[in-house]
């Protein structure tokens, strides 16, 4: 009687095969260089994608955010390694988060996912005194500092973000972006943002009553593309390279044990 057969070392092999080629690809990216001469802005795309409906946006002297008027290049579709050339048609103001002069790039992957990209003229180091936030669902509630803070004011930028269900619909015109929001912190009130069903995460730029302006970053809530995804295959995904190389090593012991016992089976020379 034969124990090992190959129907099923096939049927495991046919499995690896199929959670291998399940396994994420390597996909491009989308990057920039950026460069300053007075009011005109270069925008190099770095990455190894195509940058669709790309816009730039700079404050104007009431802190609101004015689309730059394009020189040169094709800010429609911009390849890897082209160059957009645009200008500034409003000078931001002197004060507030317009010293730092941010410039705020829009666009959409091929798949037709918004992207945003910061920018700033005048760098900003992270700051030392961050405020605590949490989210609520799809608000984003940033508090006031405890004790006698140094920040007096807050800056946020935030774009909502729909989440992966606006890939169903087609490149829509570029609209303008949501406008800073100036908090002051005097009140002792909570800074209420709205971030989307993707949980967006926010630039917060805090000023001390010395003036001096640091950057706080607030991360995305949850990963680009992955809130409408459940849970279990989060987890096949974690797993999937450890489970593919267990299966490996099941299937070549099986193959070892079928060849050893068929060998032992095998009858001895001059024997019938």
Known sequence: MHFFHFQPFRTLLAFLLAL???LPAH??????SISFTGDEISIVNTGTEPAYQLSEWTLDATNQWRK????????????????LKSR??????????????????????????PITQLAWRQTL????????????GT????????????IISTDAIVLPYAGIARLAQPFAEVAAPRQPVHHVWAAATPLLLETGNGQSGAWLVHETAAGELSLQIIPDGVLRGQE????????????LLKLATTLAGAGLLWLVLGSLHKATRSPLPGKP
């Open 68 to 83: 730059a008027q394009v020189l040169q290049g094709n800010a429609s579709y911009l390849a890897p390694g082209k160059t």
């Open 125 to 136: 180091a992270p700051t030392g005194n961050t405020l605590p936030y949490e989210r609520q």
């Open 228 to 239: 409408q995804v459940p849970g279990w295959l989060h987890w096949v995904r974690l797993h």
């Open 20 to 22: 291998t080629a399940a």
């Open 27 to 32: 996909a491009g990216s989308i990057g920039f």
């Open 88 to 113: 500034r048609l409003a000078a931001s103001a002197a004060k507030g988060i317009g010293r730092a002069d941010p410039v705020l790039l829009l666009l959409h992957d091929q798949a037709g996912s």
């Open 139 to 150: 608000q984003l509630r940033v508090s006031p500092a405890a004790g006698n803070a140094p």
